[in-house]
Structures are given as C-alpha cells and as structure tokens.
C-alpha cells in the first residue's frame, strides 16, 4: 500500500512540474495582439524537435483527416514504377520525399566536407525570358540540375563546393569572417552549355507558409517602394510570375525569389521537378525531351490530385512557434536595437491576414513574420546573377524570420541565407549589402554588447 501511494505522490509531482513548465513558458500572453504569438491563434507552444510540425489549432475533423493524410504524404518516399506505393520516382530527380529536404517542415542543410550537395537545389537557366517572362530553360537540362538518377539512367551533374575565407573588423575592432561558396558542375551527361545562369538554394522552412498566402495582395504592395519615394535608401517590389493553374500573372510570394504564386503551385513543381512526379498541374515529366525520358504507354499522372492537396493542405496548416524570451532585458534591448539599425524595414513584424469566411482558421490573423514579402536588392555579395521572372540577379525575397531561433534545435544546424552560406546569425546579417548596407554598416559599429542583445532578439523570434 506504501508503495501505491508513493508511486501516486511521484505521479502527482511529476504532473504538476510538467504543468508549471509549461505554464512558465506561455506567461505574458494575455490576448491575441500578444508578441509571444507569431501566429496568432495558429501559434505553438513548443521549443523542441517538432516545434516546427504542429497542426492549427480548432480545424474541423475533415481537416484533420486530410492534414494527416498529407503529413503522411509529405514524408512518403518514393520509388521506381511500378510498385504498389508511392510509384513514380525519377527518372532523374534531386530527392525521394518533401521531408528529406525540408527535415522535420524546417530549413535543409549544406553538404559537410566530402558530403555531396544532392540535397541542394541547383536553378539554371540561359540569359533571357520565356514565354512568360520565366527563366529561359538549358537545353538538355531543363531549369534545374538533377543531381540523382535511378538504376541504368544517367544523372544530369553533380555539383561540388568550395569555399573560401575572408576576415574582417567590427567597428570594435574584434575580427570575424565569412565564406565565399564557389560552384563547380562536374560530370554532366552531356556537354554543359556554356553562359549558363546557376542558382543554388537549400529548403526553406514551410510552417506558417498559410498564413503568408492569407495576406492580401493590397497589404504587401502598402509597404513596396519602388522608387524609394521615401528616400531610405530600401525600394522592395513585388515579383509577377506565371500561375500555371490560373493561366495569368500574379503577384509571387513563395521561393527565395518570390517565384512562385501560392502553395499548391509550390508542391505540384517540387513533386515534379525534385523528384520526377508528374501530376495534373506539371503533366510532363521533368526529363521530357532528354534521353533520360521513359514513357510508359497509358501511365497516368504519378500524383493524384487528392494526394496533391493533402500534400497543400499540411503545409497550409502548420502552426507557428511561439516567441521566447519575449521579457527578457536582453531580448528587449535587442528589439530596439533590431528597429534602430533599420532591419524592421524589411522584416516587418506585424501583419494580418485577410477576412476569409471559407476558412476561419487563417482568417483576419494578426501574425509576426518579419518579412514584407518583396524583393530586395541584397548587393553583389550575395547575387547569383540569375533573374527570375521580375526578380533580378541580385534581389531576393525578404525571408521570415519567425522561429528561425529554433533552428539549432530541429534542424541540428545554423546555416542561413538562400544557400546555407552562412553559419550564424550575425554571419547573414554581415552577409547583407545593397539595400540592407546601411543596416549592416550599423551593426558593425554596434559594440559587443550591443551585438550579443541583437542576436538574443533574432534568436527569440
């Protein structure tokens, strides 16, 4: 009987602890207009491994179903036809499932020493616009390098990477260093044209991509300047690309580029081209023309559209993280330092998504993304001299910066910027020049101190 009431007493303890824990962690988050929600009320209170993986909160259970069935699906690997599961696969292709990149809905991660970049996606393309105004495709090639094949079928390249360092001096005089990724394309199958225009990219995170697609167009294009009519020296524009599925141009707000127009259009690409899956919106195979192409007669789409929205409706309803730290001193300097230097101009805090009957769980949502969703011209530095659609060589999409503090801790790493070249923070903030100069030469100048408390607030986000 002792020990019953023991093992009770330990069970009790062990509740309340949990309770206090979590308790602790949601104080200070007295309303909806609270900072500690990034996502409104489609924010996660979690700091560890899956805090970038959580269901919105009160969807019907129709949608739960559908959100599961596409969790599921965003981690289903595929294979060569035929097979009874997830068929399709190739015949050239960069990966075998969404989450292989996007680990855990989180940002994907450069190859170490003597890794290979298979998980790294490499755009190219010609000088020049499509019909479109796209990216004009390589011949033999297509717009993406396939760095993977299946058995008997040749790659397109592989890539490697090097690269090299350069040290520099804070206004304070302590030195830090970047590094500069060279590219190289090894390997090709064929002869690489020459003049060809590459771009890599690692996986963004996808969590709160519904709440960035709620957003009216109006409210990105209150905070564009194209002139710098204001004179600060930041003119972010809006990227117009082709949407495959409407058949028009219209605003872009998803990829590193702002190059794609809405969620669904951003899958049924990635499937297509990352992993040779043709579905109803791509129908060809992304080897079609090439000699790696395998037409098998009467073959259907290898994704049916009921997959392709799962697929869609898991990431359009994933729920944020919460801030941390939110009234910690250090944090709160770091805030007025974060608004002082001038990154808030870019990464703009507050917005709200538009009214949305249809869909009350991402309607009129106030949400903390620090990002204004437009491109920005980031200097030679970080240009990969490749435009995409309006977007030029040298301008980037503003990239959220909600739950980038947790990083490290779902991602195991710290590699920022469009292509993981940075291995910090402060390293993507040292990164920033054209638009961001002004900004960059002001945290140069900041003293250690000063640096640390920015740093705290960017990580607490």
Not at 25 to 42: I, K, N, R, T, Y
Not at 224 to 248: E, L, R, T
Request: charged share 15%; with cysteine; glycine share 10%.
């Amino acid at each position: 009987m002792r020990k019953t009431t023991k093992a009770i007493l330990i069970i009790i303890t062990l509740i309340v602890v949990i309770q206090a824990a979590c308790t602790k962690f949601e104080q200070g988050v007295p309303d909806p207009h609270s900072e500690w929600l990034s996502g409104g009320l489609q924010t996660a209170f979690d700091q560890g491994s899956g805090a970038y993986s959580h269901m919105f909160k009160s969807l019907p259970e129709s949608l739960e179903r559908v959100h599961e069935i596409g969790d599921g699906q965003f981690g289903a690997t595929f294979v060569t036809a035929p097979a009874p599961l997830n068929p399709g696969l190739g015949p050239i292709f960069n990966n075998v499932s969404c989450g292989s990149c996007h680990v855990s809905d989180g940002r994907g991660k450069v190859p170490g020493m003597g890794e290979t970049a298979a998980n790294m996606l490499f755009r190219i393309s010609l000088p020049g616009m499509g019909e479109h105004g796209n990216p004009v495709p390589v011949p033999g090639y297509g717009d993406q390098i396939q760095t993977r094949s299946v058995l008997n079928i040749p790659k397109e390249a592989d890539v490697t990477i090097s690269y090299s360092e350069q040290s520099f001096t804070f206004g304070d005089g302590s030195v830090y260093s970047v590094r500069f990724p060279t590219y190289t394309v090894n390997n090709p199958y064929i002869s690489y044209p020459a003049g060809v225009l590459l771009s890599p990219r690692v996986a963004a995170p996808v969590f709160g991509l519904g709440l960035l697609e709620a957003i009216s167009d109006a409210d990105v294009l209150a905070n564009a300047d194209p002139n710098d009519a204001n004179g600060d020296g930041i003119s972010g524009i809006p990227n117009y690309v082709w949407d495959v599925v409407h058949q028009k141009k219209v605003m872009g707000r998803f990829g590193w580029k702002a190059n794609q127009p809405a969620i669904l259009q951003q899958v049924a690409a990635a499937y297509n081209g990352d992993m040779g899956i043709t579905n109803s919106i791509f129908p060809k195979e992304s080897s079609d023309g090439q000699t790696q192409f395998d037409s098998k007669p009467g073959y259907h789409y290898e994704l049916t559209d009921s997959l392709l929205e799962s697929t869609s409706l898991y990431i359009r309803t994933l729920a944020v993280p919460a801030r941390r730290n939110v009234n910690d001193l250090l944090v709160m300097q770091g805030k007025a330092l974060f608004l002082s230097v001038g990154c808030a101009k870019c990464h703009i805090a507050d917005m709200r998504t538009a009214v949305n009957v249809s869909f009350p769980q991402l309607s009129n949502q106030l949400i903390h993304p620090y990002t204004d969703l437009l491109l920005h011209d980031m200097g030679d530095g970080l240009a990969d001299n490749r435009p995409d659609f309006l977007a030029s060589g040298a301008e980037w999409r503003t990239p959220p910066l909600w739950g980038i503090g947790l990083t490290q801790k779902v991602n195991g790493h710290t590699n920022f910027l469009h292509d993981g070249r940075a291995r910090s923070l402060m390293e993507a903030i040292l990164w920033h020049d054209g638009e961001g100069l002004s900004s960059k030469n002001k945290v140069k100048n900041l003293s250690k101190k000063d640096r640390d408390a920015l740093i705290a607030f960017v990580g607490s986000l």
